[in-house]
């Protein structure tokens, strides 16, 4: 294993320590439990967003918390779901009065710890509700998951429910959005080479030399099937057809895409994809509105990529352009 | 050779037809010749900023076109300088009457050709001035290099120099400001593991199970020592002696530290080294006031980072602040 880390048991708080130090004018890192705050939380009147999971998908969740975006991220160890605790104190952390609402990917422990953190803050009265994220239509149940996986529509949720929260949105509100988000997003990742948790020390799957998985998940969980390498054109086409077919995406509609990093794969990589899954779109008539190209939703250092496609409306594109301000996402309106 | 493409030989051709979509509100990208250029180019009366340089280092140099940073950059390609005709192209596509700087890596073909694209500039009365950056201390002379290399205190440059042609500085102040950064700034980089380049389709280098390179460059050049693999903390302190000790930075210096990672290491262990690095520059009396965090000058799918360190002062400071609004970097003031 070869990593720029010291002990593989201190990788995330190390990590969370140069979060810390790198963005003290946007976040503060809440040590034992862990958890990473905005700056000027909580905020009276504003909705709370809070989301979090397993370390190693950098920069979700902490590098999008800050104006625009969430109030509250909750890292777990590597590939491991953050326990209630964290959760329950960055909600009180961030709450202002009008409730939390949870953003959760589809894993089966980060589901029951971000459930049991909401039962402890109802219980000192703050109102919470939670949405689950399961974008991807890769598999049904899966390694940590019962039903879909949560993946890339986490990161579009995140923007555009934090950009409600922000221009005052209520609870429900902001809920219903989510939902609304996630009913209207799919995604598809594939990989390339596998990634290694520092604490296992050894890749979580093994690729042949000429192999990619496709339908991969962020942990590196079986996907749909293994292939022999395509050309990046064939391998966009096989990521979009099942994300279009599965909502399904038809001619006319209005679209953000995102195609997003594993983390070990070259931006030029990207952008080579971004081209041909563009293109793919307007030819089946999908227009692209609004698009995100990088590694925004990663698996350390996977090579590999997902392609994430939401449906939009005015609406929705006005709280994507909304101004953000974290570490990850930044731009002015 | 695992990467997302089609063929080894139009990577870069596709990529920036990825960047063309996918940034069309920032930037327009040129065929034939290949040229980014900022979308509202050429801006009266303002000195353009043009850099370039072999492709596979993304986001440096296309990135960082836009307001606040380059009017234009010229990518050659994979690890290729580019010929003197983008340059050249490039040059007047952003000349507004008021000269044109090229911030150049020192690199010998970058050097060359972009003295040849000046050269014929001038030749059709534009005045083009250009500042070499050489910052990295690793070694004198090296694959491609006579003299030092150019490295990370590269994307520094374009940063505060694109802020300073943007709020109207002239031809000469801007050149006098790129070479005080340059004066001002060291790097040094390590690898974990090579990189490929497509149209070579084999890693650029060789590296055992259990070592580093400590001095890469970020074309796999070989760099000072080749060691076994060390804590992340040890990694840091063998970069940033040498950093240090080179200007040398002095206690009560005021600093911006920035660490890079080379493509394929993920955030979180870039983190991990920041925390330590700020850690080591304090315990000396030498002060952090800005960072810098991420993969911002790469080299493919290389695992490994950089430490570049600059020496700021108020005016560097405040250029740094300014708002910049590109792909890859971009904040409010």
Chains 1, 2 share one sequence.
């Not at 960055?90 to 409730?99: F, L, M, P, R, S």
Request: net charge negative; with cysteine.
């Amino acid at each position: 294993m070869k990593k720029i880390i010291n002990d593989p048991a201190n990788v995330v708080e190390e990590a969370l320590a140069g979060m810390a130090a790198a963005h003290a004018d946007l976040i503060n890192v809440h040590v034992d439990p862990h958890y990473i705050v905005r700056k000027d939380a909580p905020r009276p009147g504003k909705v709370g967003i809070v989301s979090g999971g397993g370390s190693g998908h950098e920069p979700l969740h902490g590098g999008f918390v800050g104006m625009g975006m969430l109030d509250a991220a909750c890292p777990g160890a590597v590939f491991t779901s953050p326990t209630p605790d964290p959760v329950y104190e960055a909600t009180k952390a961030v709450d202002g009065g009008a409730g939390v609402l949870y953003i959760v990917k589809n894993y089966t422990g980060d589901v029951l710890n971000f459930e049991t953190a909401a039962e402890l803050a109802m219980a000192d009265g703050i109102e919470v509700e939670s949405v689950i994220i399961d974008d991807d239509v890769a598999v049904r149940d899966s390694l940590y998951t019962a039903g879909r996986r949560g993946v890339g529509g986490t990161v579009l949720a995140e923007k555009i429910v934090g950009a409600a929260a922000e221009r005052g949105d209520g609870l429900a509100e902001v809920k219903a959005l989510c939902e609304r988000v996630n009913a209207n997003v799919r995604s598809m990742g594939m990989a390339l080479n596998p990634c290694t948790v520092p604490h296992a020390g050894r890749p979580t799957f093994e690729l042949g030399e000429n192999e990619m998985e496709i339908g991969i998940g962020i942990h590196g969980e079986p996907g749909r099937e293994r292939l022999p390498l395509e050309p990046a054109n064939a391998i966009v086409e096989r990521l979009l057809a099942p994300v279009v077919e599965d909502l399904p995406f038809d001619a006319g509609d209005r679209t953000l895409l995102f195609v997003n990093g594993m983390g070990g794969t070259p931006l030029i990589e990207l952008y080579l994809a971004y081209a041909h899954a563009e293109k793919v779109l307007t030819q089946r008539g999908i227009t692209v509105e609004r698009r995100l190209v990088g590694n925004f939703i990663t698996s350390l250092e996977m090579q590999g990529m997902s392609i994430t496609l939401l449906r939009v409306d005015d609406e929705l594109i006005e709280l994507w352009d909304a101004p953000v301000h974290t570490p990850a996402l930044r731009w002015r309106a």
